[in-house]
């Protein structure tokens, strides 16, 4: 995809494999500070992010945190892999492109903090 292609999107990165729910939050502190170390900084981050939960697998047995991003392919999957690291490699860690109407937030923080136009 040449960089002109690769323009920004929501993009669902997944960490896989938490018993529970609380276990899955709990994993956002982290997450944030590697995002954001310096959350006093000046807007805009870097890539606007934001986080969800999801049920993973058909057994509802483990849950996934959800980390949404609105950037290029090229930088999510630099983003995924940041996260990956920090997972220690006891989480999968997979990357998707995302709904932005499921990501309205994030996609409306995104427009605001670039000045971009809304559709």
Request: aromatic share 6%; with cysteine.
């Amino acid at each position: 995809m040449s960089p002109a292609e690769d323009h920004p999107r929501v993009y669902e990165i997944s960490i896989a494999g938490c018993p529970s729910t609380n276990e899955a939050l709990a994993l956002q502190d982290p997450i944030k500070r590697l995002l954001c170390p310096d959350p006093d900084h000046a807007p805009p981050c870097e890539v606007p992010w934001s986080f969800t939960v999801a049920d993973d697998g058909p057994d509802d047995d483990s849950t996934a945190l959800v980390l949404g991003v609105y950037t290029s392919k090229g930088q999510a999957m630099q983003v995924a892999a940041r996260v990956r690291a920090l997972a220690y490699e006891t989480r999968s860690v997979a990357v998707r492109e995302g709904d932005a109407g499921e990501w309205e937030e994030l996609v409306g923080q995104y427009r605001f903090e670039k000045g971009a136009p809304s559709l």
